[in-house]
């Protein structure tokens, strides 16, 4: 279909003032303009925090939003979520509501990390903070009030990434038992020639330039590059993965990547649910204020939560 009217309009806007020039007004500006598309507070049962242990030993805090009507005596399934912003931006406050109407939807605890970002701390360590902080939930599931049968991982862009990343660490380590991996437009290789790189390159939200940029902070060499702990296409297999949800916006430049990621699981024997986000772009998880559209995203993670996890 063609893209949203409503998102049209957003992007047609003209620019307030001049570009942020600097890291720390990239990532004011970033988390400004996105909080800004939110809408209305979404309400669920509680919200608690919680220190898990990254990479060596360090404190990443864990925020848990339980969905609206959650039962306080049962076992719940969970998320650990890993939020996007190319590894380098955006935060666990930013995530806020897009984490409550993600626990809304799916009816599971939202666990969101609040791993280190790029470039002061490049790969490996967020993804190993992440790692951490899935190895310490799912340790301690019965003490918060979870079901260590029901833990999938997820996130959005870069956390598509990270939790892409963390399900095959999670297979090649022998690490946590995953029930299911929930990829929102995943960034999964640092490829800039696909077609839909091609196609919406610029005037579409995210730009090929930035997502440069920001495999830039994030990698430190070339092999780096080729790790598939960084860019889980390089997987020689993705065999004994759990059973997976890949969205992808129509109109983004990492659809083609999400989408291969989905035919690749499906080749190798993984259970995979893959859904083009119609009129979507990249980061409509923040757009339930720009249109009603958005929803979907949360109607479509909702739908495959549902069914795999909580039944």
């Given at each position: 279909m063609s893209l949203d009217p409503h998102i049209a309009a957003?992007?047609?806007?003209?620019?307030?003032?001049?570009?942020?020039?600097?890291?720390?007004?990239?990532?004011?500006?970033?988390?400004?303009?996105?909080?800004?598309?939110?809408?209305?507070?979404?309400?669920?049962?509680?919200?608690?925090?919680?220190?898990?242990?990254?990479?060596?030993q360090h404190p990443v805090r864990v925020r848990a939003y339980a969905p609206a009507g959650a039962d306080p005596a049962a076992a719940l399934p969970a998320i650990v979520f890993a939020h996007g912003g190319g590894w380098c931006l955006c935060s666990l406050e930013l995530y806020d509501n897009p984490c409550r109407a993600l626990a809304n939807a799916t009816g599971c605890v939202v666990l969101s990390v609040d791993?280190?970002?790029?470039?002061?701390?490049?790969?490996?360590?967020?993804?190993?903070?992440?790692?951490?902080?899935?190895?310490?939930?799912?340790?301690?599931?019965?003490?918060?009030?979870?079901?260590?049968?029901?833990?999938?991982?997820?996130?959005?862009?870069?956390?598509?990434?990270?939790?892409?990343?963390?399900?095959?660490?999670?297979?090649?380590?022998?690490?946590?038992?995953?029930?299911?991996?929930?990829?929102?437009?995943?960034?999964?290789?640092?490829?800039?020639?696909?077609?839909?790189?091609?196609?919406?390159?610029?005037?579409?939200?995210?730009?090929?330039?930035?997502?440069r940029f920001c495999w830039n902070s994030y990698l430190r060499d070339d092999d780096d590059a080729a790790s598939a702990y960084a860019a889980p296409l390089r997987a020689a297999s993705l065999a004994g993965l759990p059973p997976a949800t890949v969205l992808v916006s129509e109109y983004d430049p990492l659809r083609d990547e999400g989408e291969a990621y989905a035919r690749r699981l499906r080749l190798d024997g993984v259970d995979v649910r893959c859904e083009r986000l119609a009129g979507m772009v990249h980061a409509c998880i923040h757009m339930l204020g720009v249109t009603p559209q958005a929803r979907q995203l949360f109607n479509q993670a909702g739908a495959a939560l549902r069914g795999s996890l909580v039944g």
């Amino acid at each position: 279909m063609s893209l949203d009217p409503h998102i049209a309009a957003f992007l047609n806007r003209p620019a307030s003032g001049p570009a942020p020039a600097t890291l720390a007004e990239i990532r004011a500006a970033t988390e400004a303009g996105l909080r800004a598309q939110h809408g209305p507070l979404q309400q669920v049962a509680w919200v608690k925090d919680f220190i898990a242990p990254g990479h060596g030993q360090h404190p990443v805090r864990v925020r848990a939003y339980a969905p609206a009507g959650a039962d306080p005596a049962a076992a719940l399934p969970a998320i650990v979520f890993a939020h996007g912003g190319g590894w380098c931006l955006c935060s666990l406050e930013l995530y806020d509501n897009p984490c409550r109407a993600l626990a809304n939807a799916t009816g599971c605890v939202v666990l969101s990390v609040d791993y280190r970002l790029a470039p002061e701390h490049k790969f490996p360590v967020p993804l190993e903070d992440f790692y951490g902080a899935l190895c310490w939930i799912s340790a301690h599931a019965e003490l918060l009030g979870l079901d260590r049968a029901r833990i999938a991982v997820g996130g959005d862009s870069a956390g598509g990434n990270l939790a892409a990343a963390a399900a095959l660490l999670a297979r090649d380590r022998g690490g946590p038992p995953l029930a299911h991996q929930l990829l929102i437009y995943p960034a999964l290789e640092a490829d800039f020639s696909t077609a839909s790189y091609q196609e919406f390159a610029q005037g579409y939200s995210l730009t090929r330039e930035i997502m440069r940029f920001c495999w830039n902070s994030y990698l430190r060499d070339d092999d780096d590059a080729a790790s598939a702990y960084a860019a889980p296409l390089r997987a020689a297999s993705l065999a004994g993965l759990p059973p997976a949800t890949v969205l992808v916006s129509e109109y983004d430049p990492l659809r083609d990547e999400g989408e291969a990621y989905a035919r690749r699981l499906r080749l190798d024997g993984v259970d995979v649910r893959c859904e083009r986000l119609a009129g979507m772009v990249h980061a409509c998880i923040h757009m339930l204020g720009v249109t009603p559209q958005a929803r979907q995203l949360f109607n479509q993670a909702g739908a495959a939560l549902r069914g795999s996890l909580v039944g």
